[in-house]
């Protein structure tokens, strides 16, 4: 029986945050490696992406305003 291997798989632009710098597409906005330009956060165009009927998934953490 071969060996199974668990790899781990990071969205490259977001870091697996699912959100990147607005006016630094290619950052993270949290985290560790995050941009520090202050810019608001965007969807990762790579592993979040949304349309019409689906949303994109928020960070962790995140409430409404208004909840």
Known sequence: ???R???SMTCLL???TGWVCEAHQ???WEGPHACQCGAAGAP???C???GQDEP???P???EPDGA
């Open 56 to 58: 994109p998934r928020m």
């Open 44 to 46: 990762c165009p790579a």
């Open 48 to 50: 979040n992406s949304s």
């Open 26 to 28: 290619e950052q993270p």
């Open 5 to 7: 291997y668990k790899v």
């Open 60 to 62: 962790k953490g995140f």
């Open 1 to 3: 029986m071969g060996r």
């Open 14 to 16: 977001c870091d697996d």
